[in-house]
C-alpha cells in the first residue's frame, strides 16, 4: 500500500476529463446528490486516483462501507472466485455460500438467526417489520397499534417509512403521507426513553453512536441504561450498527463498549467488503423466528456472490484484529486533531475511527473545508452542516494518518478555507 503520496489535485484548468464527467453527470442524473468535484476512476487501500491523475486518502470510505479499504486482496479475490462461480439463485433454491455465511455471522455476533437483505435501508424495514410482528404474536399487543420509539436526529434510510420518523431536514413533508407507529425521542436520555414507552410499545430502535447526525456519541452508560430499561418493559433493543459495527468505533459492535448485546441487530454497509451491498438482522430464535415462508424476502438478499464476500469480510475483520486496529488508531489520531490550533474548531469526538470535527457555525460549515481539504489530497465529507466526518478505512497506514493530520491543520489553521 503506498505511503509516500507525491501528488494532490492539479489545478481546475487542467482538470478537463473531470470537467467533462461532470457535465454528463449534471445534464444526465437526478440531482439527490451534491458531490465533491473529483471523479475516482481507480482505489487501492486507503487511495483513490481521479480520472485526470491526482491522488487523494479516501477518509470517509462510502460512510464505512469502506472499512476494508478499496480492492481488499483477500476479498477481492473470495468475490472474483465467485463471480467465475455462482452469483444468484433466488431463495427458491438453497445455495452453497448461505449455510456457512449464516453460522460464521450469528457465532460471530452471539445471535441464533440471521435474515439477509442487500441495502441498509431494507435491513431496518426489515427490524421493523419483525418488532411489529413479534409485538403482535409474542409481546400481546392489539393489532395495528404497535409503536416503536426512536431518536432525534437519527439516520435510518431513505425508504418511506424510514424518512416518516426521520428528522425534518429529510423534507419528508414532500413526501407524505408518512408511516404512522412512530414516536421520538432525544438522543442520549435513557429517562425520556422510560417516560415514553406505553403497553403498545415493540421497540426502540436507535444508532450507538449516530453518525450522519454529526458523529453524536452518547453519555457512557446510556446505551446499557437503555438495554436494561427495554428488558424491563418488555420492549425489543434494536441497534442499526450499519455504519458503526464492524470494526469501525474501536470494537467489533459499537454496542461492545458497553457489553449490551441487542435483540435485533442490524448490519449493512462494510458487511458487502466494499464490493457490493449486504445487510442482515440477526436475533434472537424467539424474535427471528416470528417469520414464515412469505412474509418477507428480497430477491438478492442471501445470494452466493453476497454471502461469500460477507464471509470474507467478517473473516477479514476477525484474522487482521481491525477493531483493536481502530481503537489503537483512531485515538492517536484524534489526539493529534485535538492539538491543531485553529480558531473554527468548535470539538473533537468520535470512537475508534469515527470521528467529527464540528466547526463553530461562524466557520461559514463543513463543505468548504472538505473542499479546501481536497485540494490538499484529501477526501472527506461534511454531515449535518457543521461537522466534518473522517472515517477511513480501518486498514490505514499510521503514516497516512499522519500526513492527514499534517493537512487537517494546515488547513484549519488558515483564517478561511481558501486562504
Ligand atoms: C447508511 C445507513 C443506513 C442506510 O443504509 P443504505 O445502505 O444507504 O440503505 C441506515 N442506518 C445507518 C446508521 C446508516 O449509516
Not at 481507480?42 to 485526470?52: F, K, T
Not at 441464533?112 to 441498509?120: C, E, Q, S, Y
Not at 418493559?233 to 459492535?253: H, K, P, S, Y
Amino acid at each position: 500500500m503506498p505511503s509516500t503520496p507525491t501528488t494532490s489535485a492539479a489545478p481546475a484548468a487542467t482538470r478537463t476529463k473531470t470537467a467533462e464527467h461532470i457535465e454528463l453527470v449534471d445534464r444526465h442524473s437526478a440531482r439527490n446528490y451534491a458531490p465533491l468535484p473529483v471523479v475516482i476512476a481507480r482505489g487501492e487501500g486507503s487511495w483513490v486516483h481521479d480520472v485526470d491523475g491526482a491522488r487523494y486518502l479516501d477518509m470517509l470510505s462510502a460512510y464505512s462501507a469502506l472499512n476494508f479499504g478499496h480492492r481488499h486482496p483477500r476479498i477481492t479475490e473470495v468475490f472474483v472466485r465467485q463471480a467465475q462461480t455462482l452469483t444468484l439463485t433466488s431463495r427458491a433454491f438453497h445455495n452453497d455460500r448461505f449455510g456457512p455465511f449464516c453460522r460464521l455471522i450469528t457465532e460471530t455476533f452471539g445471535q441464533d438467526l440471521v435474515l439477509p437483505m442487500n441495502t441498509g435501508a431494507e435491513a431496518v424495514e426489515t427490524a421493523l417489520k419483525t418488532a411489529r410482528k413479534w409485538g403482535y404474536h409474542v409481546k400481546g399487543v392489539a393489532r395495528d397499534t404497535a409503536e416503536i420509539i426512536v431518536c432525534g436526529d437519527n439516520f435510518h434510510g431513505r425508504t418511506i417509512s424510514i424518512v416518516s420518523f426521520s428528522p425534518d431536514s429529510f423534507n419528508q413533508e414532500d413526501f407524505g403521507p408518512v408511516t404512522p407507529g412512530f414516536r421520538s425521542v432525544p438522543y442520549g436520555d435513557a429517562a425520556a426513553l422510560a417516560a415514553a414507552i406505553t403497553d403498545r410499545t415493540v421497540a426502540f430502535l436507535v444508532e450507538p453512536i449516530q453518525g450522519e447526525g454529526g458523529i453524536n456519541v452518547p453519555p457512557p452508560g446510556y446505551l446499557a441504561r437503555c438495554r436494561d430499561i427495554c428488558r424491563e418493559r418488555n420492549v425489543l433493543f434494536m441497534a442499526d450498527e450499519i455504519q458503526t459495527g464492524l470494526g469501525r468505533t474501536g470494537r467489533r459492535l459499537c454496542c461492545d463498549h458497553e457489553n449490551v448485546i441487542p435483540d435485533v441487530l442490524i448490519l449493512g454497509k462494510a458487511l458487502g467488503g466494499g464490493m457490493m451491498p449486504v445487510s442482515a438482522v440477526l436475533a434472537r430464535r424467539e424474535v427471528l423466528g416470528v417469520f414464515q415462508p412469505g412474509d418477507h424476502g428480497s430477491t438478492f438478499g442471501g445470494n452466493p456472490l453476497a454471502c461469500a464476500v460477507a464471509t470474507a469480510a467478517l473473516e477479514t475483520l476477525r484474522d487482521e484484529r481491525l477493531a483493536e486496529r481502530a481503537d489503537r488508531l483512531g485515538t492517536a489520531f484524534m489526539a493529534q486533531l485535538r492539538q491543531i490550533r485553529s480558531p473554527h474548531i468548535r470539538e473533537v469526538r468520535g470512537r475508534g475511527l469515527l470521528i467529527g470535527v464540528e466547526l463553530h457555525p461562524e466557520a461559514g460549515g463543513g463543505k468548504p473545508w472538505c473542499k479546501a481539504l481536497m485540494k490538499e489530497g484529501i477526501l472527506c465529507k461534511e454531515t449535518s452542516e457543521h461537522v466534518i466526518r473522517i472515517a477511513p478505512p480501518l486498514t490505514i497506514e499510521e503514516s497516512d494518518l499522519d500526513w492527514a493530520a499534517e493537512r487537517f491543520e494546515r488547513v484549519l489553521a488558515r483564517a478561511t478555507p481558501t486562504g
